[in-house]
């Protein structure tokens, strides 16, 4: 997930990022959390639209 939100060996994906803190969130994690909410000050709209959708999907394709 960091190296998403960082671009470290991968093109920089704040969308994917905070898919994968979101998904991390839902279950405890208070640092997730944390940054998720930090990705959200600097998203598009947009990215976080998108971001949500695709959680939603994969929370219904494979279960919280």
Known sequence: VVAAERGQGVPRDVVQAHV???????SGDEQAL?????????MSASQLQQAQEQ?????????S
């Open 20 to 26: 994968w803190y979101g998904l991390s969130a839902q």
């Open 34 to 42: 944390r940054k998720k909410a930090a990705l959200e000050n600097i």
């Open 55 to 63: 959680e939603q999907a994969w929370i219904k394709s494979h279960g």
